[in-house]
């Protein structure tokens, strides 16, 4: 799309208000709204100033004024406001240097997707994440310094199957680990669902299925197809919008947290990639799993640096919640064909064409430019320096021999120690000036204000554990 077929789209839908869309440092989306009477073809190449002091992890007051430049090819009417409005993502640009701003995540994807390009490796990498969800009915949060709590609820919680309704209780909801593809009414949840997918596709993401997810308690998932670096990153923050938004809209909240319930799966971001060079999938070979010399690379770059890149991938205290040892989530980094308890998977694929990879340790706190990004130049650093992955780990990695386990490398176990070993081992990422040493400080200082701020709170268990010792 074009600036004129913006223009003709706000003619056409009589749209009275643009809604201009940029993500910050820790993947929060954010909006400023204009008269589209502003909107012209000079708007295009001018955008519009706005304050970026504001944003955290960003501008000083003393040197505030950025500017929003719109990309035309982003435009779509937003189904959720009242009044007619086109959405427009935007780079965030330096006035001085009229250049993407270095904090920018969306200036930095597409600087990842120019080295890759430049690397002569391969001129696309289609990133295809599953964002995993929860539905929840009722969501409660109280922090002070004398207390603190949360709870949950939903009536598909097993929690609730004693639980007296004033209509009473129909008791089909799926039990603990017991939330995988029952149809309704056990999954009370298709309609919102259905929904939730109908107006991702109102918003221009090609639907491909949705499913209840293994958990209690309103878990699902809706996958779009996939697409490049940049297009796709803007296409998780399209999703997270849509779906929180018809939640919201059925009197449900939705969430993206990748643990808010204990004892049962928490909520992943599995993210399938591959690369293309001239129309060929380069990841397809006869080597194991059907993949290519460059696929068993790119994984070994992922391995490599895995611990780094968690975090990005695993951007929040939370997410390490869902990374333990021995339960579900996959925190052996390992690569296997059928083994889902491996941190890489590689998916069964009839045609070689779409052959790919599946990374599982990343939860949708992620900022979706940053993950995919950073996972993208370890594969490259993996592909350049032929880091073999070595064996592949086809056994029950939750089920080994304390010897044989202790030789199987893990992710991090805390956001602390991932972003330790992001400050060590920040070489990879800097190639090609994608990230930035001052965009990486910046993010794990950001980022360890998160950690002190946890730290530093009191939880109710070490009250259970340690009150009357």
């Given at each position: 799309m074009t600036p004129a077929d913006v223009l003709q789209l706000i003619k056409e839908k009589e749209a009275k208000f643009a809604d201009l869309r940029f993500t910050d440092t820790i993947g929060k989306e954010h909006h400023v709204t204009i008269p589209t009477r502003l909107v012209d073809e000079g708007f295009f190449k001018d955008g519009k100033m706005f304050d970026g002091s504001s944003i955290a992890g960003w501008k000083g007051i003393n040197e505030s004024d950025m500017i929003l430049m719109p990309d035309p090819a982003t435009a779509v009417i937003d189904p959720f406001y009242e009044e007619t409005t086109v959405d427009l993502r935007c780079d965030v640009i330096e006035p001085m240097t009229m250049q993407g701003y270095g904090r920018d995540p969306r200036s930095l994807a597409k600087r990842a997707?120019?080295?890759?390009?430049?690397s002569g490796i391969a001129d696309s990498a289609l990133f295809g994440p599953e964002n995993e969800f929860f539905i929840f009915d009722n969501v409660t949060v109280s922090s002070s310094m004398n207390g603190c709590s949360y709870?949950?609820?939903?009536?598909?919680?097993?929690?609730?199957?004693?639980?007296?309704?004033?209509?009473?209780?129909?008791a089909h909801r799926p039990a603990v680990k017991g939330g995988y593809f029952p149809v309704p009414p056990v999954d009370s949840q298709q309609d919102i669902r259905t929904a939730m997918s109908m107006a991702c596709e109102e918003m221009g993401l090609k639907f491909e299925v949705h499913h209840h997810e293994v958990a209690t308690a309103g878990q699902g998932e809706i996958n779009v197809a996939a697409n490049t670096l940049t297009k796709k990153?803007?296409?998780?923050?399209?999703?997270?919008?849509?779906?929180?938004?018809?939640?919201?809209?059925?009197?449900?909240?939705?969430?993206?947290m990748p643990k808010p319930i204990v004892g049962d799966n928490g909520s992943g971001m599995h993210v399938h990639q591959s690369l293309q060079k001239e129309g060929?999938?380069?990841?397809?070979?006869?080597?194991?799993?059907?993949?290519?010399?460059?696929?068993?690379?790119?994984?070994?770059?992922?391995i490599k640096h895995a611990r780094a890149i968690n975090a990005f991938t695993n951007a929040s205290t939370n997410s390490y919640k869902r990374l333990v040892p021995g339960f579900e989530a996959p925190v052996k980094l390992a690569y296997s064909a059928r083994n889902r308890s491996a941190s890489i998977r590689i998916p069964w694929i009839a045609n070689p064409k779409g052959r790919r990879i599946e990374v599982r340790f990343p939860d949708a706190t992620a900022n979706p430019y940053f993950a995919f990004a950073s996972m993208l130049l370890a594969g490259i650093d993996g592909i350049q320096n032929k880091i073999h992955p070595g064996e592949p780990g086809d056994k029950d990695l939750y089920d080994l021999e304390p010897e044989e386990d202790k030789k199987i490398p893990t992710?991090?176990?805390?956001?602390?120690?991932?972003?330790?070993?992001?400050?060590?081992?920040?070489?990879?990422?800097?190639?090609?000036?994608?990230?930035?040493?001052?965009?990486?400080?910046?993010y794990i200082e950001l980022k360890m204000k998160e950690v002190t701020r946890v730290r530093m709170t009191t939880h109710p268990i070490e009250v259970e554990m340690y009150y009357s010792l």
């Open positions: 997707e120019a080295y890759l390009k430049s709870e949950v609820d939903s009536y598909e919680g097993s929690w609730n199957s004693g639980k007296t309704y004033e209509d009473g209780n129909k990153a803007d296409e998780v923050q399209i999703l997270k919008y849509a779906l929180q938004n018809v939640a919201h809209g059925y009197g449900k909240t939705l969430t993206f060929k999938a380069l990841f397809a070979g006869d080597k194991y799993g059907g993949l290519s010399d460059i696929a068993l690379y790119y994984i070994g770059g992922i992710v991090c176990h805390s956001l602390d120690m991932a972003l330790d070993y992001l400050d060590k081992d920040r070489g990879f990422l800097k190639a090609g000036g994608v990230f930035t040493d001052d965009l990486i400080d910046a």
